[in-house]
């Protein structure tokens, strides 16, 4: 059964993990036969921005897809479903009558991005009531959506393209070095934690050479020495993480893509331990968790630098973990659950002795809401 299914999605931002993820969903639900429609939505950047150049900037900064991208003017084709993928394109989908079943794309918990905004945490926290069945990345945020918003929920799981993030051999140099994920804009990056604990780490092994990555500009600059690598594509972050010893990685809501990708390049991880890290990351098997303050982070890399033998116990296990992993598999979840509920619609229409002809495209038009 081929769906069609409507796509809408925030003006994207090239290096943004979310974007990314949208994108190779679209990507791969498209190769397995479904006829995807995107609909951007302007907030800024693309507000003078037509079709055809939205178009090609999704193609320059996302790859190409057999998706066709349209710019958002309110109205969107006939679907079998559509998906919010944004806590704003919630509210659009909701004024939509022919959007077939609705489904929001849940990659992090939103609300968290507006700490100091309460009108945006609320509006955000809201959309999670709005009756869309969710798909979530990772089973945190289903059973969190479950539990705090009664969603109906399932989740995806969490992967690596392990044909850009593999090791690189001869990276590795005399001094150890250790790469941090610096996000000081993101408060959900834990920005000010990590750069504590790097200071504690340069103290005790004055000779680690330290990594920033993941913004061009720091709000504020360690006393100790590092370099700042800035903003990377996907190849050169492969790159760096086989350069690395240990890598850094601090989520408060919803896990980073980066572990695994860490991972996958036979770099040790260190993580704060949290029920968010279940099913993705093991303490003391696949990667290090600790405490979420700066002497535990600290002790942990510590660790991992001068304990030989347990890194080397944690990179086997998480390299090997990730060669079973890749995106593709994490789509067909996504399709699995589309499918089933097709069908379930189909079998509601059939029952429905007003429902007339079952034709596939026109399906959700004709059939009475199925319970999500």
């Known amino acids: 059964m081929h769906l069609a299914i409507n796509w809408l999605i925030p003006e994207p931002f090239p ?31 693309m507000n003078d ?19 066709h991208y349209h710019r958002w003017t309110g109205e969107v084709r006939d679907a079998d479903c559509t998906f919010a993928t944004f806590w704003p394109t919630v509210e659009n989908l909701l004024t939509l009558s022919n959007s077939g079943r609705r489904y929001y794309y849940v990659q992090d918990f939103e609300p968290s991005f ?16 709005a009756g869309l069945h969710c798909i979530t990345l990772g089973p945190w945020l ?50 000010d934690l990590g750069f504590a604990a790097l200071e504690l780490v340069k103290t005790q092994l004055p000779e680690v050479d330290i ?24 190849n050169e972050l492969a790159t760096l993480f086989s350069s690395a010893d240990v890598g850094l990685v601090l989520s408060l809501t919803n896990p980073s893509f980066v572990p695994l990708e860490m991972m996958a390049c036979r770099c040790a991880v260190v993580e704060i331990a949290s ?19 700066p002497e535990a982070i600290a002790a942990g890399i510590v660790r991992l630098l001068v304990d030989h033998e347990l890194c080397e116990h944690l990179i086997g296990n998480a390299y090997h973990r990730t060669r079973n992993m ?8 996504i399709e699995a659950v589309l499918l089933r509920h097709a069908a379930t619609g189909a079998e509601a229409c059939i029952r429905d002795p007003d429902a007339g002809e079952v034709d596939g495209r026109t399906l959700q038009s004709r059939c009475s809401p199925v319970p999500n």
């Not at 990314?20 to 939505?41: K, N, S």
């Open 275 to 293: 029920e968010r890290m279940d099913g993705v990351l093991t303490h003391g098997h696949d990667a290090w968790l600790s405490e979420p303050v």
């Open 114 to 129: 507006y700490p100091d905004e309460p009108h945006h945490y609320a509006r955000a926290e809201n959309t999670y009531r």
């Open 49 to 67: 921005y037509s079709t055809d150049r939205i178009r090609e900037y999704i193609r320059e900064h996302f790859g190409h897809t057999l998706a």
């Open 326 to 333: 890749n995106w593709r598999d994490s789509a067909r979840q």
């Open 211 to 234: 990594a920033f990555f993941g913004a061009r500009e720091l709000t504020s600059q360690p006393s100790y020495a590092f370099s700042n690598r800035g903003l990377l594509t996907d």
């Open 15 to 45: 290096g943004a993990g979310g974007d990314t993820g949208i994108f190779r969903t679209i990507r791969y639900l498209a190769e397995f036969g479904h006829d995807c429609h995107v609909y951007v939505v302007p907030y800024s950047l």
């Open 142 to 191: 289903a059973k969190l959506l479950r539990e705090r918003y009664s969603a109906t929920a399932d989740h995806f799981d969490f992967a690596v393209d392990p044909t850009i993030y593999r090791p690189q051999s001869g990276l590795r140099q005399p001094a150890q070095r250790v790469c941090f994920y610096a996000r000081p804009t993101t408060p959900r990056r834990a920005y």
